[in-house]
Nanobody
Framework: QVQLVESGGGLVQPGGSLRLSCAAS????????MYWLRQAPGKELEWVGN????????YYADSVKGRFTISKDIAKNMLYLQMNGLEVEDTAVYYC????????RGQGTQVTVSS
C-alpha cells in the first residue's frame, strides 16, 4: 500500500532554510504527481505545490513561489521540498501526498519559523 514518510522539519529563524524529504513506497513513484501540503495551527490544509511524475515540471502556491522548490529523485523514490527565505507564516505541519486533497498523505513534519 501507499507509504509516505516525511522528515527534515525543525525550528528555524526567519530568513533561514530547510529541506524536507518524503520517502515514498508502495506505488509507481515515477508515474505519480506528488504534492506538498501544509496545515498551520487553526487553519485548513493548504496546497503548497506539486510536481509531475518524472519531475520535469513543478507548480507552486503564490505564497511560496520563488522561495520553495520541489524536486524528485526517481531512483531513490524520494520527494523533496527546499524552503528558502522562510517566514513566520510558513510555520505549519508539512505533508507529502499523492493527491491534492491530502487523502493519502504521510504523518507530517513540523516546521516552526521563529526568532
Amino acid at each position: 500500500q501507499v507509504q509516505l514518510v516525511e522528515s527534515g522539519g525543525g525550528l528555524v529563524q526567519p530568513g533561514g532554510s530547510l529541506r524536507l524529504s518524503c520517502a515514498a513506497s508502495g506505488f509507481p513513484f515515477s508515474t505519480y504527481w506528488m504534492y506538498w501540503l501544509r496545515q498551520a495551527p487553526g487553519k485548513e490544509l493548504e496546497w503548497v505545490g506539486n510536481i509531475n511524475g518524472h519531475g520535469s515540471g513543478a507548480y507552486y502556491a503564490d505564497s511560496v513561489k520563488g522561495r520553495f522548490t520541489i524536486s524528485k529523485d526517481i531512483a531513490k523514490n524520494m520527494l523533496y521540498l527546499q524552503m528558502n527565505g522562510l517566514e513566520v507564516e510558513d510555520t505549519a505541519v508539512y505533508y507529502c501526498s499523492i493527491d491534492e486533497q491530502g487523502r493519502e498523505r504521510g504523518q507530517g513534519t513540523q516546521v516552526t519559523v521563529s526568532s
